[in-house]
């Protein structure tokens, strides 16, 4: 009987691991649709957009430095007063109107506003591959989310269809007591199990709930039947060619030398700020005495030299600043190199003891499940106590969780070796998702356009259709 009711308790355990991921909700999801729905979810990722787009009015703003300043100015003025002559009083008064156009033009700083823009097209550039950075960690929380409920909803199914085995077996062995085939102990330790597979259910239904919730978070919708994943990432499996390829791709590293060229660049201005810059000069006045007939018209052109004396050290220092932040920015350069190269190296060796713990994972649940066979018929011919069937039994269970677990991280694994990289974005996915164009803004706004030009109504509607998303 007992054999009979261990075959078919086998059975439903069979059954539970073939549905082993048992969905959240009815459709079907996979790895790329959770990634695709992480990258349009993100808000990380519009707050670094719309950074990248401040740092490209930087551009133009230096841009429209090098274009006539043109202003206006206007004062409508009224004078009053009294004059006394003699033993009579006059008053006096007079209303003044005044109009000025003026206009500036730079003609030669030395390249200072030239240094100046081209360190912050530095900035910009840096800046998008921060904005790469960031999609690498959005990416990669999407892959861990998605694994991550996998795994825990493995867990669930594994843990029921324990309790529901131990709950038989309780059975079995209360009808074997009832005989005078085993003793209360047998039965005590039956319960005991039952009791710790309810509390491991209970612990692993938690776990997949806080998975789900980070799923949302990352994602923004509940998860699917979440399906296994095709075939791993293809990886060279050579560290130090994948090293090479960080060294020169990843775009820590790339936004690290950006920052160098800017501070460069900043020291350049800095040096050409001491210098004399020449402007030409215009000017167009009216002033008008209301109620009189008095008027002037005035106006003047020029040419404008001007240069600094003395600031109280203030040019000097600024110099200094500018090569303080250059050698911080180069020091950085030398860090982010390092740990580029070193986070490939762990992320290598993450995935190859992951893949040797998924490989010895599988070994042991063979062998634990030839055990736990051999352990049960041995107990039905009286060799073995109920106490042996249970632990055999643990172990079996303990040994298909490594092998669930294994097989998650190995696939986290290979996916933080392609962030490691610098090439887990969608574009070296290929994910079916519309990326976004860091160059599409800073093209419209690079020349500094004027609201009534042609390409500053275009940039009118870009901003509009931001503001709707």
């Known amino acids: 009987m007992l054999v009979r009711l261990m075959r078919s308790v086998r059975l439903v355990a069979i059954a539970g691991v073939i549905a082993i991921a048992s969905p959240v909700t009815l459709k079907a999801e996979s790895l790329a649709e959770t990634l695709v729905g992480a990258y349009r979810h993100s808000g990380l990722l519009e707050q670094n957009r719309a950074l990248l787009r401040a740092a490209d009015e930087d551009v133009a703003q230096i841009v429209a430095e ?8 206007a004062d409508f003025t009224r004078d009053f007063g009294r004059t006394r002559s003699g033993a009579r009083i006059f008053p006096s008064g007079s209303t003044n109107a005044a109009l000025s156009v003026t206009m500036e033009l730079l003609l030669f700083d030395h390249g200072r506003t030239r240094f100046r823009l081209d360190a912050a097209k530095e900035t910009v550039l840096a800046t998008r591959e921060r904005l790469r950075s960031i999609e690498q960690q959005v990416l990669l929380r999407g892959v861990r989310a998605f694994l991550n409920v996998r795994r825990n909803a493995e867990f669930v ?29 047998d039965v005590a330790q039956a319960e005991a199990r039952v009791a710790s597979a309810q509390s491991g259910l209970a612990s692993a239904q938690g776990d997949l709930t806080r998975a789900i919730e980070e799923f949302r978070a990352a994602v923004g919708r509940r998860p699917g039947n979440l399906q296994t994943p095709r075939q791993l990432p293809a990886l060279s499996g050579n560290v130090e060619v994948s090293k090479s390829v960080a ?14 060229a800017s501070a460069d660049l900043t020291i350049l201005a800095a040096e050409a700020a001491m210098k004399p810059e020449v402007n030409l000069t215009g000017r167009l006045g009216i002033t008008d005495e209301i109620g009189e007939d008095d008027y002037s018209r005035t106006g003047s052109f020029g040419v404008s030299v001007r240069g600094p004396i003395y600031q109280g050290g203030l040019l000097s220092s600024l110099k200094r600043q500018a090569m303080a932040q250059r050698d911080a920015a180069r020091g950085n350069l030398h860090v982010v190199r390092h740990r580029v190269m070193q986070d490939v190296g762990n992320a290598y060796a993450v995935l190859r003891a992951a893949q040797a713990t998924q490989t010895a994972s599988r070994e042991q649940v063979r062998a634990a499940d030839v055990a736990f066979r051999g352990v049960r018929e041995e107990a039905k011919l009286g060799a073995r106590t109920t106490l042996d069937v249970l632990d055999s039994e643990q172990e079996l269970l303990n040994a298909k969780a490594n092998l669930i677990s294994a097989e998650a991280d190995v696939y986290i694994a290979a996916y933080e070796v392609l962030a490691a990289m610098g090439q887990l974005t969608a574009k070296d996915l290929r994910l079916d998702v519309q990326t976004y164009d860091p160059a599409a803004y800073y093209n419209l706004v690079k020349d500094a356009p004027v609201p009534i030009s042609p390409q500053g109504e275009k940039l009118d509607r870009v901003l509009r259709a931001l503001s709707k998303d």
């Open 157 to 185: 199914t594994l843990r029921q269809n324990n309790l529901r085995l131990l709950r038989q077996e309780l059975r079995a062995a209360r009808d074997r007591f009832e005989v005078g085939e085993v003793t209360r102990t």
């Open 247 to 260: 060294v020169r791709g990843h775009p820590d590293m790339l936004e690290a030398q950006r920052q160098v």
């Open 66 to 73: 090098l274009r006539p300043i043109i202003n206006w100015a």
